[in-house]
Each structure stands twice: as C-alpha cells, then as structure tokens.
Nanobody, 125 residues
Framework: EVQLVESGGGLVQAGGSLRLSCAAF????????IGWFRQAPGKEREGVSC?????????YYADSVKGRFTFSSDNVKKTVTLQMNSLKPEDTAVYYC?????????????????WGQGTQVTVSS
C-alpha cells in the first residue's frame, strides 16, 4: 500500500522559513516522481514543485515559489523535503505530498495518483 506522510508544517512569521518532509512507503521510491501541492482556503489545489524520477534532477517549481523554495530528495531514506524560505502570507495553505509512477512530472494534479494527508502551513503578516 502506497503511503505518503507529511510533517513539518506550522505557524511562522512572514520572512521566516519552514521545512516540510514527506516519508514514502509501499513503492519503489526511485521509480516515482514526487511532488508538493498546496491548497489555500477557497482556492483550488495547485502544484508547488516536483522532481521527476527519470534522472532525479529535473525539478519543476511554480513561478510563485521560484528562488524561495527548494525541493530535495533522499532516495536512501525515501524522503523528500521542501525547504521554504522568505515565506509570505500568500503561502498559507495545506501542503500535500504526492507521488506518481510516471517518470516525469510538470506540477499538474492529474499527473499524480497518490496523496498524503496534508500539513498546514500558516504565515502571519
């Protein structure tokens, strides 16, 4: 059974940092693309970042987070992290980890088959 377990959310002031982690279980980690999505109240879920499994170095970032967020993957620990710096109030959302058996990802919801339960990130102004 595929499981994705997020951790690391919380409350932070604008300009601060948070690190989210996602532990993966039940699938061959190296063969899956992993992504981060977020959903703010009243808004649709959107792609934040993802790493393609084909070579492990192709990383997608949404324009809104480029230069501030960094996605990294540890294939030994089967864990991915999202380092979020210079956080803004508009980054407030529930953040979800997701996985797909496809080799490539482009940050689109339809690409992903498995989802974690989400972790809340709140950025105060």
């Amino acid at each position: 059974e595929v499981q994705l377990v997020e951790s690391g959310g919380g409350l932070v002031q604008a300009g601060g940092s948070l690190r989210l982690s996602c532990a993966a279980f039940g699938f061959t980690f190296d063969d899956y693309a992993i992504g981060w999505f977020r959903q703010a109240p009243g808004k649709e879920r959107e792609g934040v970042s993802c790493i393609s499994s084909s070579d492990g170095s192709s990383t997608y970032y949404a324009d809104s987070v480029k230069g501030r967020f960094t996605f990294s993957s540890d294939n030994v620990k089967k864990t991915v992290t999202l380092q979020m710096n210079s956080l803004k109030p508009e980054d407030t959302a529930v953040y979800y980890c997701a996985a797909t058996g496809s080799s490539w990802c482009h940050g689109q919801i339809y690409e992903f088959d498995y989802w974690g339960q989400g972790t809340q990130v709140t950025v105060s102004s």
